[in-house]
């Protein structure tokens, strides 16, 4: 039922260390995929996206990949702060069936100073 | 620039009554989507308009829930009557969708607590 799945809750790591956040999906019409942000009592806010185009796009410390054969991204964040610390959910959407957005349940990252 | 306004920010009832969340999405965008936050299943899609004409409303629970679109800078979401399993996170979100490309830019959300 859930066509976006982050089965990883929560992630823990040291400042200065990467930060691996996965996500895989069901639906092999998804074609544009985005990582938001949430801290918490605010709205989520987006972060970085990628088109089922490109296998990688990158912006500052944040980069995503896409597996499109594996229906798998993941969102590094490289080197990881204290202020990354928020809740990251994975989003996806098929611009063929009306451009839904689909979310994931979200992994909450904790880093460590 | 304002972002997407919604109101309430919180909003505590007893079951039985009616609710109804409000939103304003940013100026210019021509889609709306009413999310709903709680631990098991994440932000869940409710519903969503385009061009305030409703395109999808098949994550709207059960007929207890209505949302409208009257016009381009508004939007409501209603529950009635609200249940104590309705407590959850409310995000409205507006976007400009052009192409495949675009972004979801989410208010803050009202927080409902159905006693």
């Known amino acids: 039922d859930q066509q976006v799945k982050q089965n990883s809750p929560s992630l823990s790591v040291q400042e200065g260390r990467i930060s691996i956040l996965n996500c895989d999906y069901t639906?092999?019409?998804?074609?544009?995929f985005l990582w938001y942000k949430k801290y918490p009592a605010e709205g989520p806010t987006f972060l970085i996206s990628i088109s089922s185009i490109k296998d990688k796009n990158e912006d500052g410390r944040f980069t995503v990949f896409l597996n499109k054969s594996a229906k798998h991204l993941s969102l590094h964040i490289v080197p990881s702060q204290p202020g990354d610390s928020a809740v990251y959910f994975c989003?996806?959407?098929?611009?063929?069936?009306?451009?839904?957005?689909?979310f994931g349940t979200g992994t909450s990252l904790t880093v460590i100073p | 620039d304002a972002g997407v306004i919604q109101s309430p920010r919180h909003e505590v009832t007893e079951m039985g009554q009616e609710v109804t969340l409000r939103c304003k999405p940013i100026s210019g965008h021509n889609s709306l989507f009413w999310y709903r936050q709680t631990m098991m299943r994440g932000l869940e899609l409710l519903i969503y308009f385009n061009n305030n004409v409703p395109i999808d409303d098949s994550g709207m629970p059960e007929d207890r829930f209505s949302a409208k679109m009257p016009n381009a800078s508004f939007s409501t979401l209603k529950i009635q009557p609200s249940e104590p399993r309705d407590s959850a996170v409310y995000f409205c979100?507006?976007?400009?969708?052009?192409?495949?490309?675009?972004?979801?830019?989410f208010g803050e959300g009202s927080r409902l607590t159905v006693l």
């Open positions: 979100a507006s976007s400009f969708l052009q192409g495949l490309t675009g972004e979801l830019f």
């Open positions: 989003a996806a959407s098929a611009k063929r069936t009306g451009n839904q957005f689909y």
């Open positions: 639906n092999s019409m998804f074609d544009y």
